[in-house]
């Protein structure tokens, strides 16, 4: 396995205006990345071309899909980032739960519910070009683990990213989605003392993850995790 790294955005929250004292390194035998620090809810370009971003939805709410708190805490830090960004889910019904009294409800479209978070801009996945994306990013939620279990085109469009070596941003249960492609042991020892407000990376498999609600109940600490590997992602890609 490649090089592990854990980073996080509290790191670079210090202040200072020295580019060289306040920065950090990401670095394996044959590369290094530089992260500037920035203050703490600038907007940043990092120049070149916007990047393309996939973020993969699986419905809206934890019980039966994404995890509405971390699908918004994303398309933050994209917006933060200036980072180009489109939602995707499948067009197929799935049993959904109630998520007041966590029992078995109706079905329900998981493309439909996921326009409920999708920002006005969410695709079917069956239209979308998965070459024309930089990145997958992929939130929360049980309804990923459950609703696309047995879905071709899921595989499909994880499978492209793998093949591309593409990176692949994950937060929460996305790591088990995950581990389906690339085995049981992606990231296993790292996460036991990975912290919410962190994220690591596995330089082999180009894999980013923040635990995010699977660590923590605050939002704001989810959210810092987030933002640093949206960061963190960002600043790979521009600087290649």
Not at 48 to 63: D, F, I, P
Not at 134 to 147: F, H, T, Y
Not at 161 to 168: R, T
Not at 196 to 202: I, L, M, R, S, T
Request: hydrophobic residues 40%; neutral net charge.
């Amino acid at each position: 396995m490649g090089e592990i790294y854990l980073i996080s955005m509290a790191s670079r929250m210090g202040g200072g205006t020295s580019p060289r004292k306040n920065c950090l390194q990401i670095c394996t035998a044959s590369e290094k990345l530089t992260l500037s620090v920035r203050s703490r809810w600038q907007t940043v370009s990092c120049g070149g071309k916007q990047m393309k971003y996939l973020v993969l939805l699986a419905g809206c709410g934890l019980g039966d899909g994404s995890c509405i708190e971390e699908v918004i805490l994303t398309y933050v830090a994209l917006d933060k980032y200036g980072c180009d960004y489109t939602p995707v889910a499948e067009d197929v019904s799935i049993q959904s739960v109630n998520h007041l009294t966590e029992q078995i409800a109706e079905k329900r479209n998981i493309l439909i519910e996921a326009a409920r978070i999708g920002r006005g801009r969410i695709k079917d996945i069956h239209e979308v070009d998965f070459a024309e994306y930089d990145a997958l990013i992929i939130p929360g939620g049980i309804g990923l683990l459950n609703n696309y279990r047995d879905s071709n085109v899921i595989k499909t469009c994880v499978t492209h990213f793998i093949i591309e070596k593409k990176p692949v941003a994950a937060m929460c249960a996305g790591i088990d989605f995950l581990r389906r492609f690339y085995g049981s042991n992606l990231l296993a020892r790292e996460m036991e003392e990975l912290t919410a407000e962190k994220f690591c990376f596995d330089a082999e498999n180009n894999v980013y993850y923040t635990p995010a609600f699977r660590k923590t109940n605050s939002s704001y600490t989810t959210l810092l995790g987030i933002d640093s590997m949206i960061y963190a992602l960002k600043q790979a890609q521009t600087l290649r």
